[in-house]
């Protein structure tokens, strides 16, 4: 709720608040930027803002707004705003909305421009998800496409180095030399990881090195220590 009103990346048509909802800073916080852009704060009984609210324990808070504006896939390719160069994170059929937000966090933390997700057979940014980003989506512009593949291709073109993660890739991330070029780490589904067509696409394929008995890592936590190192070399 909070990052929705502070990005201010799409319009809030108006804030829902729980009858009896206990005061608060972060609450005297959303209720002081809804009133000073003019959203409408509304208190409404608990029965009626559950009934509302697309996902559970909504915490006594609920917004009412349009939907994200999709990213232009051609606009991640260029530095951002400031001048920052492509950092993307390239999602290849992540199935698990669960994952798919903890992926999503985990990008706008590390410092990533924007995500590409593909249209189909895959998980889509829901409420469920958006609840899991905490806030992420409000920052982290997100391009659908059609193809994964093709959308790599397009990325390469644009000048945009591919990176995939294979748990089975024979060179390490440890090992990966990311100087501050524009940049895309392409993730795989939980099960089957990143497909054929898409790594082929990759400009170099690299696995994070295990110590375990496990296999690999589940995809949300191969993403967090993947993103990190790749925004630890582009700023150390």
């Known amino acids: 709720?909070?990052?929705?009103?502070?990005?201010?990346?799409?319009?809030?048509?108006?804030?829902w608040?729980?009858?009896?909802?206990d005061a608060s800073p972060l609450l005297?916080?959303?209720?002081?930027?809804?009133?000073?852009?003019?959203?409408?704060?509304?208190?409404v009984t608990k029965e009626r803002l559950d009934a509302s609210?697309?996902?559970?324990?909504?915490?006594?808070?609920?917004?009412?707004?349009?939907?994200?504006?999709?990213?232009d896939l051609d606009d991640l390719?260029?530095?951002?705003?400031?001048?920052?160069?492509?950092?993307?994170?390239?999602?290849?059929?992540?199935?698990?909305?669960?994952?798919?937000g903890a992926l999503l966090r985990t990008a706008?933390?590390?410092?990533?421009?924007?995500?590409?997700?593909?249209?189909?057979?895959?998980?889509?940014?829901?409420?469920?998800?958006?609840?899991?980003?905490?806030?992420?989506?409000?920052?982290?512009?997100?391009?659908?496409?059609?193809?994964i593949p093709s959308a790599l291709t397009r990325l390469g073109r644009a000048g945009v180095w591919t990176v995939g993660l294979d748990a089975d890739a024979e060179g390490h991330l440890a090992e990966l030399s990311v100087g501050?070029?524009?940049?895309?780490?392409?993730?795989?589904?939980?099960g089957r990881g990143v497909s054929r067509l898409a790594l082929e696409r990759c400009d170099v394929v690299v696995a994070i090195p295990r110590h375990g008995a496990l296999e690999s890592l589940n995809v949300a936590a191969a993403g967090?220590?993947?993103?990190?190192?790749?925004a630890r070399r582009r700023t150390g």
């Open 180 to 190: 501050t070029e524009p940049v895309a780490l392409v993730l795989g589904s939980e």
């Open 53 to 71: 609210a697309q996902t559970s324990a909504p915490q006594g808070v609920l917004a009412h707004a349009d939907p994200l504006p999709e990213a």
């Open 28 to 43: 005297a916080e959303i209720t002081d930027m809804a009133n000073d852009q003019r959203v409408p704060v509304r208190t």
């Open 224 to 230: 967090a220590v993947a993103c990190f190192e790749i």
């Open 1 to 15: 709720m909070r990052e929705l009103l502070l990005a201010r990346r799409r319009r809030t048509r108006d804030v």
């Open 77 to 100: 390719a260029r530095p951002a705003a400031g001048g920052t160069r492509p950092f993307l994170l390239v999602l290849d059929g992540i199935t698990d909305p669960h994952n798919l």
């Open 17 to 21: 608040l729980s009858q009896g909802l």
């Open 108 to 147: 706008e933390c590390a410092g990533a421009t924007g995500v590409v997700v593909p249209s189909h057979r895959a998980a889509l940014v829901t409420p469920t998800v958006a609840k899991v980003a905490a806030g992420a989506i409000e920052h982290l512009p997100v391009a659908v496409a059609s193809s």
